[in-house]
């Protein structure tokens, strides 16, 4: 046993510091900051263009309809594992897709059954559809069987673009990078607004140390970051961008809306689930690997309406930001951050204080 003396910090626990710009407006219509980020990916080699937030692949988030219009702003879906092709074979008659700007989804379980649904369901969809990105999702990214179908992936389509996680050590994120051959790592324990295994298993590490951290190991070796869970308002992403984060994956934040392909109960609410809570195990069934003890829970709140809104807040608020510190560009936020450390004004319960205000 050895304990890290060094102070790790989450996102209330910083405030960005202004600077001197020379920005003559927020809007990017105006003169203002650019929000289009380029980078082009180490293993695959593929060239990205866009606004690096994600909606992550979880029910009620990482859905078609959301993927419609995220994409039409070259803003990016993970799409929920669930999904069957037949599933993709419906949503492609009826909707238009930015495949630019989309992932499919899959887990671990073909490492033990090369008929397992998600394993099957992706490679009949990269048959079929111009897909250019796969996520690898698992909650526990430090197992060696991830570490084994990151790399059985990479082997099978050298040339799509590779996301893992999740983890939050550099070590293990340099590991996904260099070794395994991801493009992109998620980075994140249990910072989730539906996510408790912080508090269920003691697990976990501040996210935005996570991210400083990480980025800084994989920006090494020109690889790429997601942080991916604990922003509760979009001071948070911006944070997220501050500490050296290329994308920032939303849950929370972009759930509740007309697009999240859930039915509104008799009261106007929709419910927003962490993929490893009850209500998903009910849903989905039961874990492959035996495991019963759920470590996510569900949220209930009035519907938002269209996503849309929220997403021209969204980056409106975050064009602020850039105006606010002298970034012209999204890339330019990690230089030009300053970060000040707070003194909290309340106890902290880890997985407690998560619950997220959203875009408002």
Request: proline residues 4%.
């Amino acid at each position: 046993m050895r304990i890290i003396e060094e102070e790790q910090l989450d996102f209330d626990d910083v405030l960005i510091r202004p600077k001197r710009s020379k920005l003559p407006s927020r809007d990017p219509t105006k003169g203002g900051p650019n929000l289009i980020r380029k980078m082009v990916l180490p293993n695959s080699g593929i060239e990205y263009e866009g606004i690096p937030i994600m909606a992550s692949n979880m029910d009620g988030v990482g859905t078609f309809s959301v993927a419609r219009v995220l994409g039409k702003y070259k803003m990016f879906t993970v799409l929920r594992k669930h999904y069957t092709y037949d599933d993709w074979l419906t949503a492609s008659l009826y909707q238009e897709f930015n495949f630019d700007h989309l992932a499919i989804s899959t887990g671990t379980n073909a490492i033990f059954d090369e008929n397992a649904q998600d394993y099957q369901t992706l490679k009949a969809v990269m048959d079929s559809f111009p897909v250019k990105y796969i996520c690898i999702d698992v909650a526990n990214g430090y197992q060696n069987n991830f570490e084994r179908f990151v790399e059985k992936i990479r082997n099978e389509y050298p040339d799509k673009g590779l996301i893992a996680g999740n983890v939050c050590t550099s070590e293990m994120a340099e590991q996904l990078i260099h070794n395994c051959g991801a493009d992109i790592v998620k980075l994140g324990i249990g910072p989730g607004s539906a996510c408790t295994t912080r508090i269920h298993t003691g697990v976990g590490n501040p996210q935005l140390s996570t991210i400083i951290e990480c980025a800084d190991a994989v920006h090494g070796v020109k690889g790429r970051v997601i942080a991916d869970g604990g922003c509760k308002n979009s001071g948070d992403v911006a944070k997220a961008f501050c500490a050296g984060g290329d994308f920032v994956m939303l849950g929370g934040m972009l759930a509740f809306h007309d697009e999240c392909e859930q039915l509104i109960d008799p009261q106007g609410n929709l419910t927003f689930y962490g993929m490893a809570s009850q209500l998903a195990m009910n849903t989905h069934g039961a874990r492959k690997d035996g495991y019963r003890s759920p470590e996510g829970k569900a949220v209930t709140k009035k519907a938002r309406g269209p996503i849309e809104a929220t997403v021209q807040k969204l980056l409106g608020r975050l064009g602020s930001t850039c105006s606010y510190i002298g970034a012209e560009e999204m890339r330019e936020m990690t230089k030009r951050a300053t970060f000040v450390k707070v003194r909290r004004t309340h106890n902290v319960v880890f997985g407690e204080e998560d619950e997220f205000t959203g875009i408002d």
